[in-house]
């Protein structure tokens, strides 16, 4: 039987519909190891929110 995590240890847990499809998710992951950032927060919050910011419109802030 399948439980969720959630049900597991009785805490409450938002239950957000994600803004972002897992294409665009694996497209920014596969990218970032192809680029020269030192980390994925430099690479997310300068690069993609910033250079290709209307390439991803529906890009979540790094602390989300």
């Keep these: ?6 049900d597991m ?3 409450k847990r ?8 897992e294409s665009e998710i694996m497209t920014i992951l596969v990218c970032c190891h192809f ?3 030192a980390n994925f ?3 997310y919050m300068l690069f993609i929110k ?5 390439d ?3 890009a979540v802030s790094y602390n989300r």
Excluded: N, V
């Excluded at 938002?14 to 499809?21: H, I, N, P, Q, V």
């Excluded at 910033?50 to 209307?54: D, Q, R, V």
């Design 1 to 6: 039987m399948y439980l969720r995590l959630s």
């Design 9 to 11: 240890d009785g805490r």
């Design 14 to 21: 938002r239950k957000r519909e994600c803004m972002m499809s």
């Design 35 to 37: 680029g020269t950032f």
């Design 41 to 43: 927060k430099h690479y």
């Design 50 to 54: 910033g250079h290709l910011a209307k």
């Design 56 to 58: 991803f419109p529906s």
